[in-house]
């Protein structure tokens, strides 16, 4: 018999289809935000929208059944139980943090998240991709202003990062209806990367946000827009 590796987790059958849902919901997501830890990736997250759409019906756009905040949460304590293990004899280490709160991130657990991101910044307040995945989680949360400050506070360490300014933009454009503020977050942000990976789909943004200047009536959220 195959010996069992220390601080492995080992997994149900329903454990493993509840995670391939859950990567499958947030693949297929209506709205999305760039992860700060993944800044040359097109890894999402699933936005408010989607979120409600989904959890109204019990089923995700592709008609998969979601797994419930029991699940999602029951999965999230069992994948960071290993890590949490090694927090108790490395309580400062930052990076360790970061990681179980991607956990709670990634199980949709956001108030969990921000615990970790919190602890892990107070050690290394300048980690900018951990604020700026901490901001996103604010706004998954529904708190857009705390969401604006953590990326500004980003973009106060470094001006160029690229998934601050694109998020920056969405979070102005779907929660503050600030189409002016998105497109400058969004040129911006193809000033500093030329090459950005998802040029095309900040230049189709851009393109949105401005014919909403001009069809949109002053004061009307346009945070249902579709994109």
């Known amino acids: 018999m195959e010996a069992k590796q220390p601080g492995a987790v080992q997994w149900t059958s329903r454990q493993a289809y509840v995670l391939s849902v859950i990567c499958l919901v947030i693949g297929v997501a209506v709205g999305y935000l760039v992860r700060g830890s993944a800044p040359s990736e097109t890894a999402t997250v699933q936005a408010r929208?989607?979120?409600?759409?989904?959890?109204v019906s019990g089923f995700s756009p592709t008609g998969v059944p979601q797994p419930t905040v029991e699940e999602l949460r029951h999965m999230a304590d069992t994948q960071a139980q290993p890590l949490l293990q090694q927090l108790k004899s490395d309580a400062k280490n930052p990076v360790l943090l970061y990681q179980i709160g991607n956990l709670y991130y990634d199980a949709q657990q956001y108030p969990e998240s921000v615990k970790y991101y919190e602890q892990s910044l107070k050690i290394d307040p300048k980690a900018t991709d951990v604020r700026t995945d901490m901001a996103t989680a604010y706004h998954l949360m529904g708190q857009s202003d705390r969401a604006l400050q953590e990326y500004d506070a980003v973009l106060k360490i470094d001006s160029k990062?690229?998934?601050?300014?694109?998020?920056?933009?969405?979070?102005?454009?779907?929660?503050?209806?600030?189409?002016?503020?998105?497109i400058a977050s969004w040129k911006r942000l193809l000033e500093v990367h030329p090459d950005y990976p998802q040029r095309d789909r900040v230049d189709q943004l851009i393109a949105q946000a401005a014919q909403h200047?001009?069809?949109?009536?002053?004061g009307v959220p346009v945070s249902s827009a579709k994109y």
Do not use: C, I, R, Y
């Open 49 to 55: 929208t989607g979120a409600t759409e989904s959890a």
């Open 161 to 182: 990062h690229a998934n601050a300014l694109f998020n920056e933009g969405m979070v102005k454009w779907q929660d503050k209806a600030d189409l002016n503020g998105a």
């Open 213 to 218: 200047q001009t069809t949109t009536p002053h």
